[in-house]
């Protein structure tokens, strides 16, 4: 059996090119760190042990009432501005060092706490989350004791009858960075393995929106009374409420009519519009509203979005300008690769790829997403043994799902005819199941979805209901289409050029002429699923697209494995279906309409009979959210998209 050792991993000057240089270092931030850090040899970062100690500093600082930063003894405040951008270009362990310097000051903490925040989403490691939400809860802790020390004295004896005491600006300051630990807390214990962390995510979701609500309260009673928030504060405010809109606009369908019930607002435009404001005044959370953005504009397009760049002007603006803040920022690249990838530049996605990779190389886990990124990317242009370096790298150096790593490395090397290669890898996912991580008790969606393959059409003993008849049939043959399947489900059909779908086109068709015939009804289902979505997204043979999907329709009764293709493929028709009746959907920053002809009513209808049972089926929460954000963009965000349809069902 093959160690993960065997394969050498690609250096990364051969997997990225060579490393950045001074070309690509901010000038700026070399000086500050030059007089601020003065060459303190600076840790790699980590969050593990980030304790918050402000006792052991006393830095003397007061709170500028005009700018809203705070004025540190030692430290001006173009040094301190700098400091805030470090971590965006490409200076992230400075950066933690940066604020670490400064920790009792509790903007600074809080600087520290979003870089924490980044870093535990980046790499979704459960003890990086557990650390980051136990560093916030010390920060808000500290924090709330300012919200109490600056808070206006009470109305007197008059009791009830008394006026409303009028908060002053620094009170709604450390009121809002209340607030915003409280909704960072909720979005780590969301992410959290543990079901109770998810119930004390959801508990503080609702904390979070009553802060930002008595907040909205006592800012209009201080512009009432002739006051005024700093700069810095209004942005914070800005921030809050469009993240808070925005995330819960994206909660299931269920949940969203619930919350809505309640109260809490989930209105995704307003969210957007808030966030924009946020990214345009220019301070200190700029750079995150940034990517709050570019995380919706981007990443949810084009992980979930058929084939619509709704947002991809906006998407572009906020790129554009955040790289002229902070030049050659990682972080910023890689929004501009997937971007360009988005809108089927894929060679111009590869070479910011690597170029994010390579201007933040000493940050593992925006290294290891590129690696990710590189390898679909390469899969996509039909570059099998470039992708399998991609895949390997991770397979030996990162932990989310190694069972995947090594399936998905098998599966392009045997697309790149290495079989005895493809086979080594394959033979390790027993192994690495085993070891896989486990979400309140049951193993990672991804990971199901390895196991399922390996025991279907790859292990060489026990049950094996797909293989064909007679003498064993080698792997190739047994794992029908494996790299179109792997492009189809993680979203690459929208993102791939005319050339390169008409390539998978091909591949399919070979195969249908070769091997349809003595194939089980799943591989024959997959077929026609993957043909149909092909020739819907090359939009000049919409007839052969649906007859495709019929097609699936027909055999779902005689499918045994691959229940999720049924439900996919009623997506998919409705999606044609919705394309064929309707005017272009809403472009970014109008608003959602109830579809503009009647046929809308088609194609919405269909998605709404999508689904099967919960749980019957793979991706059934990746095809839910799709769903959804079809709803939404057709103006019908609190449609219940989660309905119990079964896969037997007319």
Not at 222 to 248: K, P, Q, R, W, Y
Not at 259 to 268: A, K, N, Q, T, V
Not at 539 to 547: I, P
Not at 617 to 645: C, K, N
Request: glycine fraction near 6%; proline fraction near 5%.
């Amino acid at each position: 059996m093959e160690t993960l050792q065997q394969m050498p991993v690609e250096t990364p000057c051969a997997l990225y090119g060579p490393p950045s240089g001074d070309d690509l270092r901010d000038e700026d931030a070399e000086r500050m760190i030059r007089s601020v850090l003065k060459g303190v040899t600076v840790a790699p970062m980590s969050t593990r042990n980030c304790m918050l100690n402000p006792r052991q500093l006393n830095h003397q600082w007061t709170l500028n009432g005009t700018t809203g930063l705070p004025d540190i003894k030692g430290l001006s405040q173009e040094h301190l501005q700098i400091g805030f951008r470090l971590f965006f270009v490409n200076r992230h362990d400075e950066a933690l060092h940066f604020f670490e310097m400064f920790e009792n000051v509790p903007l600074m903490a809080m600087g520290k706490a979003a870089i924490m925040f980044v870093w535990s989403t980046m790499t979704l490691d459960d003890d990086d989350l557990k650390n980051t939400v136990a560093y916030i809860k010390e920060v808000e802790v500290v924090v709330d004791a300012l919200v109490k020390s600056t808070a206006p004295s009470g109305g007197g004896w008059l009791g009830v009858f008394a006026k409303t005491p009028v908060p002053t600006a620094t009170h709604l300051h450390y009121r809002i960075m209340s607030a915003e630990c409280t909704l960072l807390i909720s979005v780590m214990q969301l992410l959290r393995e543990s079901l109770m962390e998810k119930v004390k995510g959801a508990l503080n979701i609702r904390n979070a929106w009553h802060k930002y609500k008595a907040i909205k309260e006592q800012k209009e009673l201080l512009e009432g009374d002739g006051g005024a928030l700093d700069i810095e504060t209004v942005g914070a405010m800005h921030f809050g409420i469009g993240a808070f809109n925005l995330v819960s606009s994206l909660l299931p369908p269920k949940v969203l009519a619930l919350i809505s019930f309640l109260g809490f607002p989930c209105d995704r435009q307003l969210g957007l519009e808030e966030l924009e404001t946020a990214f345009n005044k220019g301070g200190v959370r700029s750079p995150i509203a940034s990517l709050a953005l570019l995380t919706h504009h981007v990443f949810l397009q084009a992980s979930f979005c058929h084939n619509d760049l709704v947002y991809a002007d906006a998407a572009e603006r906020v790129i554009r300008r955040s790289l002229e803040m902070c030049a050659n920022g990682g972080l910023f690249l890689l929004f501009n690769a997937r971007q360009l990838r988005l809108a089927k530049d894929i060679d111009g996605a590869i070479e910011h790829f690597k170029l994010a990779a390579r201007v933040q190389h000493k940050w593992i886990p925006l290294v290891h997403y590129c690696s990710y990124e590189l390898a679909y990317t390469h899969l996509y242009r039909f570059e099998y043994l470039q992708s399998a370096a991609h895949w390997n790298k991770l397979l030996v150096e990162n932990e989310w799902s190694k069972a995947y790593y090594a399936y998905a490395k098998g599966v392009v090397l045997l697309c790149g005819k290495k079989p005895a290669e493809a086979r080594a890898a394959f033979d390790l996912i027993p192994a690495l199941l085993s070891k896989s991580k486990k979400i309140n008790g049951r193993p990672l969606p991804v990971d199901r979805f390895v196991k399922r393959k390996y025991v279907n059409y790859i292990e060489e003993t026990g049950e094996q209901s797909l293989k064909r008849k007679g003498a064993r049939a080698s792997v190739a043959t047994r794992l029908p289409l494996a790299g179109i399947e792997m492009i189809y489900v993680w979203n690459g059909f929208p993102q791939m050029p005319r050339p390169l779908l008409n390539k998978c086109l091909d591949e399919v068709k070979a195969w249908r002429a070769t091997d349809f015939g003595s194939s089980s009804a799943d591989a024959q289902a997959m077929c026609w699923l993957f043909e149909g979505a092909l020739c819907s997204q090359l939009k000049d043979q919409d007839a052969r697209a649906e007859e495709c999907f019929t097609a699936v329709e027909a055999l779902r009764k005689k499918i045994k494995v691959e229940a999720w293709v049924v439900p996919y493929a009623r997506y998919e028709l409705g999606m044609l279906w919705l394309r064929q009746d309707t005017a272009p959907p809403p472009t970014a920053g109008t608003t959602p309409t109830h579809g503009t002809k009647a046929g809308t009513k088609r194609g919405l209808a269909k998605l709404r009979h999508v689904n099967a049972k919960k749980g019957d089926y793979a991706w059934d929460l990746q095809l839910s959210l799709r769903i959804h954000l079809v709803f939404h963009q057709y103006g019908h965000p609190y449609e219940d998209t989660m309905a119990a349809v079964s896969i037997d069902d007319e």
